[in-house]
């Protein structure tokens, strides 16, 4: 049986697999929660490639991929390793937070919205933001197969609350307010100005034409949907970047 001098053999422990470094035989680099051996020297081939990687130490597979969103029991300060505030920062391109960002899909990116930008002369790539303009916070919900999908926003909604009254006295050349909406003039009202009984009336009749009053909450509120907002309690939105 032929024997090995395990004094000879030396491995060159370069940490997590980065796709930008150049590895030649015997690096070992971590991979998916393993360590892998190059082969034979190699770039922007990941571990994956058994022509040029072998499974060194195969480790338990990581609980969460780079790009994962949710929200988190911790604040923005004490965030456990690997989750960053998705707040909109900016990180440099080539830091391992900015290769992590640049490493996910065009559609990823795209969807939520994460660009290069140049910033004091260098690049920078940032986290998705979880906030609107004015700061509040988004209620994440699952795309409904039509209009809400991965990525898009709707603007706060409450459900629609209507109703209507009708053949009411309002003075002539006034209007509703706010969520109330006053129709046209009644042309076949009580008559209040004839007092010994009703009568066929015409708008120019009186200074109390009848009209017909309409309560809609959607006059005053942006948007209206078919449910109400629940309760809130505060979490911290994250993204995991496992950097």
């Known amino acids: 049986m032929a024997t090995i001098n395990l004094g000879n053999i030396r491995f060159n422990w370069c940490g997590e697999y980065n796709s930008s470094t150049t590895y030649t035989k015997d690096d070992v680099v971590g991979f998916d ?6 082969k034979k020297t190699v770039k922007n081939i990941n571990p994956n490639n058994n022509e040029f990687w072998d499974l060194m130490i195969a480790g338990a597979e990581k609980p969460y991929i780079v790009g994962e969103q949710k929200l988190i029991a ?22 391992p937070q900015g ?9 990823y990116k795209e969807d939520h919205k994460i660009t290069i930008k140049v910033i004091n002369g260098q690049q920078h790539i940032n986290v998705p933001t979880a906030f609107s303009a004015d700061g509040r916070g988004y209620f994440e919900r699952s795309v409904d197969g039509s209009k809400r999908q991965v990525g898009n926003i709707e603007n706060d909604a409450i459900r629609n609350i209507w109703g209507k009254l009708y053949n009411v ?10 969520a109330f909406h006053v129709g046209e ?34 006059r005053v509120v942006q948007v209206t949907a078919n449910d109400t907002r629940p309760l809130n ?3 911290t939105p994250v993204i995991y970047l496992g950097v």
Do not use: C
């Not at 929660?33 to 190059?38: E, L």
């Open 185 to 218: 003039p009644s042309t076949n009202g009580s008559g209040l100005n004839n007092r010994k009984g009703n009568a066929v009336t015409h708008p120019n009749d009186s200074d109390f034409p009848e009209r017909t009053i309409t309560f809609d909450a959607s």
């Open 169 to 178: 006295m309002q003075w002539r050349g006034t209007a509703g307010a706010g």
């Open 74 to 95: 911790f604040r923005a300060s004490e965030l456990p390793h690997g989750w960053y505030f998705r707040n909109g920062d900016n990180y440099l391109l080539n830091s």
């Open 33 to 38: 929660g393993s360590a892998f051996i190059a």
């Open 233 to 235: 309690i505060g979490m």
């Open 99 to 107: 290769r992590a960002l640049n490493s996910l899909s065009a559609n």
